[in-house]
Structures are given as C-alpha cells and as structure tokens.
C-alpha cells in the first residue's frame, strides 16, 4: 500500500526497479465483492457503486468465469438506446 503512493516522486528508473521488486500479492485486494452470473444487474450496479469498484468479479462456486466492469454497463446502455 504506502509504497505504492510513493513512487510517482521518485525517477523513472527507480519506479521501474520499485516496481519490479513488489509481488501482485503484497498489494492485491483478498476480501471480494463478487457477483454471480444469475445476479441481475441492478444488484451488480448498486455494488459497483457502493463500493466504487471498477469491476466485480463473476464467480460460479469456487470459480472465476468472468470479470464485470464499468465500461461493460455503458457499453450495454449505449446499445440499449441505439
């Protein structure tokens, strides 16, 4: 976390070796919101925006089958009103 907010102030190159020495699991986020892929999407949206998350995953049990985003909801109104 706090390492991460202090990279834009240093030179490039030390971001780069930063940044090459930080695992995806040091910063990654473990406790999810998920959605499942029956949800309907007023719940999904109302989550996306309580949390102001970009994204939810979509899980069936134990299982990733899919990823949900922002730009999936504009997309799907834009061609709703097309």
């Known amino acids: 976390g706090g390492a ?9 190159t030390e971001q780069r070796d930063l940044l090459s020495s ?4 040091e910063i990654m ?8 892929p029956d949800q309907n999407l007023r719940d999904a949206a109302e989550t996306l925006m309580e949390y102001k998350f970009g994204c939810l995953p979509v899980v069936e049990g134990a ?6 985003t ?13």
């Open 4 to 12: 991460l907010r202090e990279i834009g102030d240093l030179p490039v």
């Open 22 to 25: 930080i695992t995806v699991t």
């Open 29 to 36: 986020k473990e406790d999810l919101e998920t959605v499942t």
């Open 63 to 68: 299982h990733l089958v899919g990823i949900l």
């Open 70 to 82: 922002e730009s999936d909801f504009v997309r799907y109104v834009a061609e709703s009103l097309a």
